[in-house]
């Protein structure tokens, strides 16, 4: 199994971004995917996760209103539209998944397969 994401880089805050994640090797079926990010200094958080099959959402409360995570069946992909983005939500950001995820969406031991992880920064 193999997760690669892309579409970090710097924007101005109030600005937007939007990641991807192209899975391969992955049995989507009873699996969910979801975005992390982990800033200097911290521990790794969870930001957003989607179930595969019924597409059902959930974020974190600092972002909920401003990311929106959705998935692409056709492609095996996941993306993270991020808007209004605030300096606070610089880090590295990483996509993972896996079929362990059951309702724990925000547990990273959860989550069997990371990508390599994509840096946003956000400038004031």
């Known amino acids: 199994v193999q997760l690669q994401a892309s579409g970090g880089g710097l924007v101005q805050a109030g600005g937007s971004l939007r990641l991807s994640c192209e899975a391969s090797g992955l049995t989507f079926r009873n699996s969910a995917m979801g975005w992390f990010r982990q800033a200097p200094g911290k521990e790794r958080e969870f930001v957003a996760a989607i179930s595969w099959s019924a597409g059902r959402t959930y974020y974190a409360d600092s972002v909920k209103g401003r990311f929106t995570i959705s998935r692409d069946k056709a492609k095996n992909a996941e993306y993270l539209q991020m808007n209004s983005l605030k300096p606070e939500d610089t880090a590295v950001y990483y996509c993972?998944?896996?079929?362990?995820?059951?309702?724990?969406?925000?547990?990273?031991?959860?989550?069997?397969?990371w990508g390599q992880g994509t840096q946003v920064t956000v400038s004031s």
């Open positions: 993972a998944g896996g079929p362990r995820v059951g309702g724990f969406y925000s547990h990273r031991s959860r989550y069997d397969y």
